[in-house]
């Protein structure tokens, strides 16, 4: 039976003034008022990763005080890229770093349409205020954005401990309808995520470089459920079904999704898979051992990390294969010959090939391993 979730997840209602439905000034409730039975139950899977027990306000502007008492006052940024949920994402670390490096309060203006926006602002644990840009005071494209234009060098060069944390009151909910769907606390799960072409935000044409067949991604997903693990494979509707199979659920095609459930459910994973593409910092940010796959950045010399590649440790990367003139050439080649950027096909003279099944299942293995984590269910 379908079970469509609910638009709105969260406890509170919407916030009609922040033009976003899931930031609400209405207190959760405490550990005794839930019962001791659910408490017991939430503490047993929140061990996998971080529950916040406090709850964002929406921004108010702040009134011009009429006292002599200074306010406090809040930086505000603005998106790098509004509608890239990987910079969104890295945005958000990068807020937090800058809070805990300056101890300054710390504000995000988004765009209400973008409906990943609300949900990671949500799940910043370190933000202060959030103003949907229609309700801003001031000019949002004055706005710095988090990284200063230098999004993946920032998280690297900067050693503060940040990321991103899930309400706890939201994760409840949530649970519950992903239990409807068949996934429950005791599950141990591999979620997968492959761009494919036409992906919401962008044309086909956009970046092709960046899409995979998602061919392997679907034998991995069985390779992996024939071995005890519930395989979950997030993505928009657009994307390819992925084969029937009694333990692999394809939440891409779920009714009513969002990226709340999408965090949900790498939080909740021995690992997470995924392309070139926006959802890998996810698992970063929320710490779930994260193969970055098909990746066309390559890696310098002398072992030292491309800037687009994890800015924490525990994590691995997989290349895509590049030739040039039919000859495989070595990583830190590409990176000089492309200049660091992403590498790409040139008609007649480079050609990209996905990793294979045979590379996707051993480097997932040996992210399991290097965690401690066995390798069958």
């Known amino acids: 039976m379908r079970v469509p979730f609910q638009t709105n997840p969260w406890p ?119 103003c949907a840009v229609g309700d801003f005071r001031g000019d949002p494209n004055a706005l710095p954005e988090p990284s200063f234009g230098r999004i993946w060098n920032y998280l690297i060069e900067n050693n503060e401990p940040a990321g991103l944390e899930i309400p706890e009151h939201i994760a409840e909910k949530v649970l519950i309808q992903l239990g409807a769907r068949g996934l429950s606390p005791g599950d141990r799960i591999i979620t997968i995520h492959a761009r494919e072409p036409g992906y919401k935000y962008y044309t086909p044409a956009h970046e092709p470089e960046r899409f995979v067949s998602p061919e392997p991604f679907m034998r991995l997903a069985e390779y992996w459920a024939d071995r005890g693990f519930k395989v979950v494979r997030i993505g928009d509707p657009s994307c390819t079904p992925f084969p029937s199979h009694p333990r692999i659920v394809d939440a891409a095609h779920w009714q009513g999704k969002r990226l709340i459930h999408d965090l949900v459910l790498i939080g909740l994973s021995d690992a997470l898979v995924a392309t070139d593409s926006g959802v890998w910092p996810i698992g970063v940010a929320l710490g779930t051992p994260t193969l970055l796959s098909n990746s066309c950045h390559g890696q310098p010399a002398h072992g030292t990390l491309s800037h ?48 294979t099944l045979d590379e996707l299942i051993e480097a997932t293995t040996r992210l399991l391993v290097r965690h401690g984590k066995e390798t069958r269910a």
């Not at 309060?105 to 370190?126: E, Q, R, S």
């Not at 294969?321 to 992403?342: I, K, N, T, W, Y």
Request: hydrophobic share 40%.
């Open 12 to 130: 509170g209602g919407h916030c009609t003034r922040a033009g976003v439905t899931g930031l609400t000034s209405r207190a959760p409730a405490t550990e005794q008022s839930r019962g001791r039975k659910h408490g017991r139950a939430l503490s047993a899977i929140g061990t996998r990763f971080a529950f916040r027990r406090d709850v964002l306000t929406p921004h108010e502007p702040t009134p011009t005080p009429k006292t002599a008492a200074a306010v406090e006052p809040i930086r505000w940024f603005r998106p790098l890229i509004p509608t890239a949920l990987g910079n969104c994402v890295a945005d958000h670390v990068c807020m937090a770093k800058y809070k805990l490096r300056t101890g300054q309060k710390i504000g995000w203006v988004f765009d209400p349409a973008i409906d990943f926006h609300a949900d990671l602002a949500v799940c910043n644990p370190h933000l202060d205020a959030a």
């Open 308 to 355: 687009w590649f994890p800015w924490e440790p525990g994590h691995a990367v997989l290349n895509k294969r590049l030739l040039v003139h039919g000859e495989a050439v070595p990583a830190e080649v590409g990176v000089s010959l492309f200049e660091g950027r992403r590498w790409r096909e040139i008609a007649g003279v480079t050609r990209l090939e996905d990793n």
